[in-house]
């Protein structure tokens, strides 16, 4: 009766202010990422580091995100999704701030390790959060939609580098990146716990509040609850701690390597090209001031990239958008890293942006439909996690690449090839689950 009665809502003011809430935390973490990319190639300069120790800046971020995603991911099955969101928006915000203080190479590298720890652990229980209270047949556009946000936080750090770093420095860019601890107070003000989570732990008189507390908002005539409870919600409390092995047991086995490979390819491919982009475009011989605005366009492709994938993927469904997408932006990158004009840079370069971030939406959306409410946050969290070590070694690699002058062409043959494999994976072995409740997901499994 509680899960019919979630499902039942009318979509209105409630979800549009969660998408909104948790949609500001995903803007504040691509606005860090975002920054990091734009102040490399002006700290390298200024430091005179090597492309080597400009690598490891984005890798250990990297590091830190998978650890984060993995013990967030677990934490938020045993404590909560609305607690663990809280606890590591905070942290990244204020690391952040501590990047700006930095006084050596060794000290920022430490920073920006807690930056990621932060980061990693808030993307997968906002992902959760927003799939456990989203209608069935709404639920894939409203995730990527959440993405979107993404897109719209790599802008405010394109104007942020582009207005203010040739006039204050660096360091004014990661004093702004602090702003989001102030977002944690609207986070607790806002954010409802999740109701299957509720639900799973036996918080019933919980779980009925809230129900009661969202139709009012929505102005549906609230009737009392049933004593009797639906099947679904016949849950004995989980006194266990939710197990990493339960993720390759026999029912979900080939979904944890799908969703696995398709999370390293696109971690991979994402961090490798566009942390580097700025330095990459800079390289072509374009000033500083013109390689943000030429970031910048190539950003603005990403909007249309989400907005396309959110149309689609409840229309053609998860599996055929993501791996249309993820082939689509391997040819883009393959002719980026072969564009010798500013014109056909521009180009190819907005191009693999509209279809790697489209990509970026659409893995959030399908990846905590692949399991049950009792490892949802610990299986899209390992996913990230794991997707992580991609996003790790790629703008090492691409460092290394660099400094033995092997070229932007073989560069983005790498990534084309990457994409374009992880595409045949997510084909071959994804399974489709557009317009379906949780429940339903849940039970096709069992069966």
Not at 15 to 23: A, E, P, S
Not at 287 to 315: C, N, R, S
């Amino acid at each position: 009766m509680i899960l019919e009665r979630l499902e039942q809502l009318p979509v209105g003011s409630f979800q549009y202010k969660l998408l909104v809430v948790t949609g500001l935390g995903w803007l504040f973490d691509s606005m860090d990422t975002g920054l990091i990319a734009f102040i490399l190639p002006v700290l390298a300069k200024e430091w005179s580091l090597s492309p080597a120790q400009v690598g490891w800046i984005g890798s250990i971020g990297l590091i830190g995100m998978a650890l984060g995603a993995v013990l967030a991911g677990t934490l938020a099955d045993r404590i909560g999704r609305k607690k663990v969101f809280s606890i590591t928006v905070l942290l990244y915000s204020l690391s952040t701030g501590m990047c700006a203080l930095a006084w050596s190479y060794e000290s920022l590298l430490f920073f920006r390790f807690l930056v990621g720890f932060g980061l990693g652990g808030e993307l997968p229980v906002a992902a959760t959060l927003i799939s456990e209270y989203a209608p069935a047949h709404l639920r894939g556009r409203f995730i990527v939609l959440l993405e979107s946000f993404w897109g719209l936080g790599w802008l405010v750090a394109a104007c942020i580098a582009y207005l203010l770093i040739p006039a204050f420095g660096w360091k004014i860019a990661f004093v702004i990146g602090t702003l989001p601890a102030l977002y944690v107070f609207l986070i607790r003000l806002h954010l409802p716990e999740s109701i299957r989570y509720l639900l799973l732990h036996g918080r019933l008189d919980e779980a009925k509040a809230i129900i009661l507390d969202l139709e009012k908002r929505l102005d549906v005539v609230s009737l009392p609850f049933d004593a009797e409870l639906s099947e679904a919600e016949k849950v004995q409390p989980k006194s266990a701690a939710p197990k990493f092995a339960s993720l390759w047991s026999k029912p979900y086995r080939t979904r944890t390597a799908m969703l696995w490979l398709a999370w390293f390819g696109i971690v991979y491919s994402y961090y490798g090209i566009f942390m580097w982009l700025p330095s990459i475009v800079y390289a072509q011989g374009f000033a500083v001031v013109k390689t943000f605005e030429y970031v910048l366009i190539m950003t603005l492709a990403q909007l249309p990239g989400y907005y396309a994938a959110a149309w689609l993927v409840d229309l053609i469904g998860r599996k055929y958008t993501l791996s249309l997408f993820l082939l689509l932006s391997g040819i883009c990158s393959f002719f980026f890293g072969n564009a010798t004009a500013p014109s056909t840079l521009l180009m190819w370069g907005a191009a693999m942006s509209f279809f790697n971030l489209g990509a970026w939406g659409v893995i959030y959306t399908y990846t905590p439909e692949q399991y049950p409410t009792s490892i949802r946050a610990l299986g899209s969290g390992w996913a990230a996690g794991f997707g992580r070590i991609g996003g790790m070694l790629a703008p090492m690699l691409v460092g290394v690449m660099l400094a033995n002058t092997l070229g932007m062409s073989m560069i983005f043959l790498m990534f084309a090839s990457v994409l374009i494999l992880v595409s045949l994976v997510v084909l071959t072995l994804g399974k489709e689950s557009k317009q379906k409740t949780l429940e339903e997901l849940e039970n096709a499994l069992e069966s």
